[in-house]
């Protein structure tokens, strides 16, 4: 059973950025055969005393607690239940053998190569798919979703240049970092834009001794891309300069009607929400209600907020949804992941990336609650306590 379950995950890596069917089928058969599976005790006591496991139960149960002082708890359910792809941590943690973890990652960078070729097909007016167009070329999922992959998947490629031996791959690895970093850029997702800003300097401290170095070349590589991707790619710049009116307009105006000033809008006002109810929360319901009540008797100014189908921030999301408890217990989460303690250098490292561009990604969207980033974390997360386990194990 456990040579199925392994073959699932590498072809459940491949798919996880190209098909939302496919996560939600390969989530469901993955658990079906891990209840199956062999040593099942052992891999229950595994996860019984797995730190970001334990965090993660605790996160989710207290969601479902909540909905004992949500004022509509049978809708919360409904909030709740996307959790469900989390499944997949504990089956790769526990069943997913060494070699197969190298073919997953390998299998989610062909899956991400697939994207960006059709994104660029897009780009470039080649081709229609779906609902993208040139302007927002992200062909399977919401452009803020798309380029945090994109800024995960180019920051792991640079790593693996600075570990890889072979003169051929690292060229090869090389030229696919380049092209994902391109498709970055000329994508309209500014969350992973600076997600890769802010995460590309973590990479250079993991792989570059010396500190001056490091900042420097990480800066220098980083005003390259930048002035580049600004003079070359519309898409950018359009976002780069709408970003700065949409900044000036709140600052200047106290106009909140765009894009970065609704998100400072619902930003807060959650976070008066969250002071008005700072222990529990108001629970995993009824947010968008007291958000727009709290807009009608306090801040018409901000009318057009109540658009917002989210607080595009999942800190202030979970505060609102579960106060200071539910999210000391998100947080956890992370700190558990960064304590974990992988001996092997290329996967330490990349866990600190990980956790870098997804928690930076998450305070621009509520990237814990939707399908595929949480597919995304849902991979990484086990393929890192797997490793864990692993070494464990020798």
Sequence with gaps: MNKYINYLFVIYAFLLPISRSSISILTALLFVLWLFSNNFKNKIEFLTSNRIIISLLLFVGFSIISLLWSQAPFGGLQYIRK???????????????????????????????????????????????????????????????????????????????????????????????????????????????????????????????????????????????????????????????????????????????????????????????????????????NDMEALNESITKKHTNMECAKIMPSYHNFYVQTAVHLGLIGLILYLSVFYNLLKLGIKDEFYSNLLVVFVGIYSISSLVETMFHEQFPAAFFALFTGIFIAQKRIESEV
């Design 83 to 285: 959790y469900w792809y989390f499944l997949t941590i504990i089956v790769i943690a526990t069943a997913i053998e060494k070699k197969y973890l190298t073919y997953a990652i390998s299998a989610f960078l062909t899956g991400m190569l697939i994207s960006e070729l059709i994104s660029y097909g897009i780009f470039f007016e080649l081709w229609k798919f779906k609902e993208a167009t040139a302007a927002f070329p992200n062909p399977f999922m919401n452009h803020p979703q798309y380029s945090m992959f994109l800024a995960f998947t180019s920051l792991l490629l640079l790593s693996k240049i600075f570990y890889e031996k072979s003169l051929n791959l690292k060229i090869l690895y090389v030229l696919f970092f380049l092209t994902t970093t391109a498709n970055l850029f000329i994508n309209a997702g500014r969350t992973g834009q600076v997600a890769f800003a802010a995460s590309i300097f973590i990479v250079g401290f993991l792989h570059i001794k010396n500190r001056f170095f490091a900042f420097f070349g990480m800066s220098f590589m980083l005003l390259v891309i930048f002035f580049a991707s600004y003079s070359i790619s519309p898409n950018f710049k359009a976002r780069v300069n709408v970003g700065i009116t949409d900044i000036a307009k709140v600052l200047s105006k106290d106009d909140y009607c765009s894009s970065i000033g609704l998100r400072l809008a619902v930003w807060q006002i959650g976070g008066e929400i969250f002071i008005d109810n700072p222990v529990l929360g108001i629970g995993v319901t």
